[in-house]
């Protein structure tokens, strides 16, 4: 800890030397499996290697961001350690935009949250999907 003067006030700074992984995979479902780590067991051994955050990918439930983000934070209530959600786009169409706006708008960066919808990442191959003939 370190007290720094500012502008007649005195500030508190506390700092960690843990690291952030900005990119994982707990209690993921995939092809009819689950990763084998969930929120607690993933997070407890980043823990014990120095890791202090994470942030996860959310995948959508039957094309939906919302029921996708209620699962996550309902797999999340086993939190030992600080996270975030970044949500996969797999698919795009009007209903995917309408719940972008909404998780922006409701459950987007949250300040000294212990989680919030970070960002969002669209599979542009997608895009480019060959169509048969």
């Not at 800890?1 to 506390?14: A, T, W």
């Not at 900005?22 to 067991?41: N, R, V, Y």
């Not at 919030?116 to 048969?132: A, Q, V």
């Amino acid at each position: 800890m370190q007290v720094i003067p500012f502008y007649g006030c005195h500030l508190l700074l506390v700092t960690s030397s843990g690291g952030i992984d900005p990119h994982t995979h707990l209690a993921m479902e995939f092809m009819g499996t689950e990763t084998i780590d969930d929120f607690f067991s993933g997070q407890a051994a980043a823990l014990a290697g120095g890791t202090t955050m994470h942030i996860d990918f959310v995948i959508p439930v039957n094309g939906s961001l919302i029921a996708g983000l209620e699962s996550y934070e309902e797999k999340a209530k086993k939190s030992c350690m600080d996270y975030g959600f970044h949500m996969a786009i797999t698919k795009f169409d009007d209903s995917v935009s309408r719940d972008m706006e909404i998780m922006v708008k409701e459950k987007g960066w949250y300040f000294c949250s212990r989680s919030s919808m970070d960002s969002f990442k669209y599979f542009f191959f997608n895009l480019y999907r060959r169509t048969e003939k």
